[in-house]
């Protein structure tokens, strides 16, 4: 399994932005499908965005398609998830995760744990005034 790292995550009020950052050691992110979940007190994990390699393009859930937005550095070996009016209800441990093969997200399953196959320790994210 690959290592993935998440940072970026940190104390914010409501309204606020955020950036986290996903990396992973010795394994190139590029060409690779990468997802973002997270995880509040008392739930389940969920899955939240998804972007593919090559343009290929991304989804969102509902719950944050028109706040947060994924995107790469020019290496492609970054992956960042840009969360911007943040809710108290945004309040989590926010993880990245890659199955490793896919280049493209799944539409139907990039919200599906099981989907991927690496994930990193997680972020924790905490919105609050």
């Known amino acids: 399994q690959v290592m993935l790292v998440e940072s970026g995550g940190g104390l914010v009020q409501p309204g606020g932005s955020l950036r986290l950052s996903c990396t992973a050691s010795?394994?190139?992110?590029?060409?690779?499908?990468v997802g973002w979940f997270r995880q509040a007190p008392g739930n389940q994990r969920e899955g939240i965005s998804c972007t593919s390699s090559n343009r290929g393009g991304s989804y969102h859930d509902d719950s944050v398609k028109d706040r947060f937005t994924v995107s790469r550095d020019e290496s492609g070996n970054t992956v960042y998830l840009q969360m911007n009016n943040l809710q108290p209800e945004d309040t989590a441990i926010y993880y990245c995760a890659t199955d490793e093969k896919s280049a493209y997200c799944h539409s139907e399953y990039y919200r599906q744990r099981w989907w991927y196959r690496s994930w990193g320790q997680g972020t924790q994210v905490t919105v609050s005034s």
């Open positions: 010795e394994f190139s992110l590029r060409t690779s499908a």
